[in-house]
């Protein structure tokens, strides 16, 4: 099936989670879009029964298309830490519990890799998946993975970002997601080669296919 190009002037951006709408409305600055989520617009979030990110991606995508009547975009993202046997992956938001809790969440990452015995950095490799769904009204769906890898350290480091960044250190960096700028981290524009974030890298090809041409 050919890739559909997205014209459309309105974007719905299905998540509820404030730091990933952030983040995602930042991508798209460059673009003439206007941004509405799913929380601006009352959708309800769906149950995440998929067993992939891409699963639920397109899960949260599809559901906010046919509430909404408009294309919509959802994220499907976590981290996978490689000593957990890629825990906790697609349930990385339900490590933080009801409340969101994500210093609870990266507290369980570490407890359970001091529980594997990992606790040199060789042991700690991990990464960072995100997949992009882009789903219009009529159930026509396009999907864009990204990842970046890197290493699990503790304790936490940095305030910027959201969810696990300052436990995740990338590949070649000395700096945590948590201690580098929304410009450093995801700041990809159309025509540059590289984005360093799995979102950022999921996102240029999303850009790249249906955004420009």
Same mark, same amino acid.
């Given at each position: 099936?050919?890739?559909?190009?997205?014209?459309? @002037?309105?974007?719905?951006? &299905?998540?509820?989670?404030?730091?990933?709408?952030? /983040?995602? $409305?930042?991508?798209? #600055?460059?673009? %003439?879009?206007?941004?509405?989520?799913?929380?601006?617009?009352?959708?309800?979030?769906?149950?995440?029964?998929?067993?992939?990110?891409?699963?639920?991606?397109?899960?949260?995508?599809?559901?906010?298309?046919?509430?909404?009547?408009?294309?919509?975009?959802?994220?499907?993202?976590?981290?996978?830490?490689?000593?957990?046997?890629?825990?906790?992956?697609?349930?990385?938001?339900?490590?933080?519990? @009801?409340?969101?809790?994500? &210093?609870?969440?990266?507290?369980?990452?570490?407890? /359970?890799? $001091?529980?594997?015995? #990992?606790?040199? %950095?060789?042991?700690?490799?991990?990464?960072?998946?995100?997949?992009?769904?882009?789903?219009?009204?009529?159930?026509?769906?396009?999907?864009?993975?990204?990842?970046?890898?890197?290493?699990?350290?503790?304790?936490?480091?940095?305030?910027?970002?959201?969810?696990?960044?300052?436990?995740?250190?990338?590949?070649?960096?000395?700096?945590?997601?948590?201690?580098?700028?929304?410009?450093?981290?995801?700041?990809?524009?159309?025509?540059?080669?590289?984005?360093?974030?799995?979102?950022?890298?999921?996102?240029?090809?999303? #850009?790249?296919?249906?955004?420009?041409?």
């Amino acid at each position: 099936m050919a890739v559909r190009p997205f014209t459309e @002037p309105e974007l719905v951006v &299905a998540s509820h989670n404030a730091g990933k709408v952030r /983040e995602i $409305r930042e991508l798209l #600055a460059s673009f %003439p879009i206007s941004i509405l989520s799913a929380g601006d617009l009352g959708l309800p979030e769906p149950e995440e029964t998929g067993t992939t990110f891409a699963q639920n991606a397109q899960l949260k995508a599809c559901a906010a298309a046919q509430a909404s009547g408009k294309p919509a975009l959802a994220d499907d993202s976590g981290l996978s830490v490689n000593a957990l046997d890629g825990a906790p992956g697609i349930y990385s938001a339900r490590w933080a519990g @009801p409340d969101k809790d994500f &210093a609870r969440a990266m507290r369980n990452v570490e407890e /359970e890799l $001091r529980a594997k015995g #990992a606790t040199k %950095p060789e042991a700690r490799g991990a990464k960072f998946v995100c997949v992009l769904a882009l789903a219009w009204p009529d159930d026509h769906v396009e999907i864009f993975p990204g990842e970046i890898a890197g290493t699990v350290i503790w304790p936490p480091r940095g305030t910027q970002g959201f969810g696990y960044d300052p436990i995740f250190l990338p590949e070649g960096f000395d700096r945590t997601f948590g201690e580098m700028s929304a410009e450093e981290k995801h700041g990809w524009r159309p025509g540059e080669t590289t984005a360093l974030s799995h979102r950022a890298r999921a996102f240029k090809a999303l #850009a790249e296919t249906c955004l420009t041409g």
